[in-house]
Each structure stands twice: as C-alpha cells, then as structure tokens.
C-alpha cells in the first residue's frame, strides 16, 4: 500500500458469507481511483511542490534573471531552455530513471560534476565581464545580448546538469501517485510540471525585463553582474561539494 491508496479492497469491505450462508455485504469506505477527479488532489499537490521549488533561489532563478535584465527574449529562451530540461528530468522520473541515476553512483557524480563546472564557468564569465566594463551606469541597450537559441541553449545545460532535478521528480512522484495509476495520469503530470516551471520562468523573465527593474539595474549594473556571477560560482561550488 502507497500513499494512502489501498493495493486492494480492505477486508471489511468485500464480500462475506454469513452464518446462514447468505452473503452479507459491508460498505466500501474506500475504492481504488479511476476517474480524474479521484486524482486531482495529487495533481494540485504536485502543483504546489514543484511552484514551491520553482521559487527557491538557484541556478534557474539566477540564470533567467541574469539574461532577462538584458532582454525579456533573452531571458525568456533562457527559461524555456530550463522548462525543456525539466521536462526531461520528469519524463525520465516517470519511466524509473531519475531513481537509476540515484543508484548508479558515477553517472549521478558524473552529471553533477558536469552541472557543477558550468555553473562555475558561467559565473566566472560574468564576473570577468564585470571587472572588464566601465561604469555601472552604461546603456545596457548596448550590451551584447544572447540570440534566442543561444539563450535556450544556456537554460537547457543548466537545467539538464543537476541530477538533482531528476531524484527530486523520482521521489516526488514516488510518494504522491498511487501503485498501477494510467498513464494518462503520468502524462499529465509531466504536463503540469511543465505548464508550472515554464510560466514561472516566463513570468519571472517579464518582471526583470521590465522598464523599471531594467533602469534601476543600469545603474548598479557593475555590482549587480558580479553579485550574479559570484552567486552562480557559489551554486557551483556548492553542487561540486553536495553529495
């Protein structure tokens, strides 16, 4: 029994034979789910948790904020590239994989060791670019910007290397969906994981590309920049040492 839905019908809710020998039939006070509805509270407490992990500070957050300062299409492709990365994290979650990567321990040292080292080189990058320009208060109109698939490409290999994202979604998935669900039910969580993480990225590109954040970062653009990339050495760091 998983997850408070039952493997089989209780005892006191099947069918017995009385002393007469006539059946005698006892309420179901549970029953196995079947329709949408029976499954519905997962699907919104899966909603919940993944918006929940969305909103944390990490390298996610850092890396669509960083390009969406730039330009709400920078920042946007960046989260979709991060959006498609995790749906590739909850699909291989759904088909046991994100608990293969658990157990094997050098593909899961490997993967995290590769995420770590491009988070390190991201954050070096924009720390260099920080020391490098001039005054805080440039035109960031002027600032090479990304083009879209590069942006997407950006997300994606940061999404793609934490391992993390994948035991996350394999132990998710293990303590909310009951033993023998559909696979419908399987599809649509992949779906909602999707729908959450990519209009929180995309809501999160549009607010710091908006004109007011954007104008009050031109002027603290230097320190901001290396706050960022310090802050994407630290997650690196900080992933390469985690076990």
Known sequence: MLHGWPDIVPAYAARYTGLAGRPVHYPCTHRI??????YLPQLLTLSGIV???CASPGPDFVAVTSQALGGRRSGVFTGLGITCAVAVWASLAVFGFGLLVQQFFWLYEGIRLAGAAYLVYLGARMLMAALRSGAGTQDIAQ?????DAQAWRRGFLVGITNPKTATFFATLFVTLLPVGAPAWVYAAVVAVVVCVTGTWLCLLAA????GAVRRAYARIRRPADALMGAALVGLGARLAASR
């Open 33 to 38: 789910p079947y329709s949408a509805m029976d």
């Open 51 to 53: 918006l929940l992990a």
């Open 143 to 147: 600032a090479p910007r990304l083009g």
């Open 207 to 210: 607010f710091f590309s908006g």
